[in-house]
């Protein structure tokens, strides 16, 4: 067997160490008639505190965006992985003037590339100037299931948050509506990615918004070599320029119930498929 190196050692004491005064702590309580909430729940809290860790989630530190393309998804666990320690890249000074910049489709026509908004309140856009949307994006293979669609057309940068940029990324005030129908905007998203989990992400930039701060929002899904539905969905990075909204993290492009082929997005129902909520 291995030597446990010294670091590993400390981690596993400071472990037991917490681990002992939180039972004892929740045995004082409960004799005070104290906090219902399980041991088994605290201890995990306290774990992933020393640790870092968590327990439905890599427990490899995902420290660039270089490295997303190679994490899998497994049944059942958090499909939200922090990158950077949940701490954005971006750079409060780089807000210039209020735009997006909209990248070019590759080879494959995939929006592989990041596309970058810099936001201010002007462009929180009104919901009832939605028109029908009709791009197929690379991997788009609707399907429903239990009477639901399980793909969304996502976009990088959210309708709710574009009022008034153009398709050439520039700002126009005579464009009342956010962005719509634009090939460089699209992916082949899941429902449940989009509307269960990006739009918690999107409501934190528009809250920001709402209080006039200016926020730089980066989008980008992620692909694997030359499959044409982003396994990973997106990477998703916001910066207000005041520091008061700061994220940066990875969606999984998974759906409950369904298992995706994202060499061609198309999929197959699997019942067994969980997603952590």
Avoid at 222 to 246: D, P, W
Wanted: proline content about 3%; glycine content about 8%; overall charge positive.
């Amino acid at each position: 067997m291995p030597k446990r190196n010294k670091r590993t050692q400390t981690t596993l004491s400071s472990v037991i160490v917490a681990v002992l005064l939180v039972i004892g702590g929740l045995y004082t309580n409960s004799q005070h008639g104290g906090s219902s909430k399980s041991s088994s729940d605290v201890i995990s809290s306290v774990i992933n505190s020393v640790t870092g860790g968590s327990s439905n989630t890599p427990s490899k530190n995902v420290a660039s965006q270089s490295k997303l393309a190679e994490l899998d998804f497994k049944s059942g666990s958090n499909p939200v992985v922090a990158v950077n320690h949940n701490k954005a890249t971006l750079k409060a000074s780089s807000w210039k003037t209020n735009h997006v910049t909209y990248q070019n489709l590759d080879s494959l026509n995939r929006t592989s590339s990041a596309n970058i908004g810099y936001l201010e309140k002007r462009n929180l856009a009104n919901g009832s100037l939605r028109v029908r949307q009709y791009v197929e994006p690379t991997g788009w293979h609707q399907k429903f299931v239990d009477g639901e669609p399980i793909l969304n057309r996502g976009h990088l940068m959210a309708y709710s948050i574009s009022k008034g940029i153009s398709a050439n990324g520039q700002y126009d005030p005579s464009d009342q509506s956010g962005d719509q129908n634009n090939p460089k905007n699209l992916f082949t998203q899941s429902a449940y990615s989009n509307q269960q989990l990006q739009t918690k992400y999107e409501e934190m930039i528009r809250s920001a918004l709402k209080q006039n701060q200016k926020v730089i929002y980066e989008a980008q899904p992620i692909f694997r070599g030359n499959e044409l539905m982003a396994r990973g969905g997106v990477h998703l990075q916001a910066l207000s320029t005041n520091g008061q909204l700061n994220f940066n993290v990875y969606i999984f492009n998974v759906q409950p119930k369904v298992k995706f082929d994202y060499a061609t997005g198309r999929s197959t129902i699997d019942r067994s498929m969980k997603v952590a909520e």
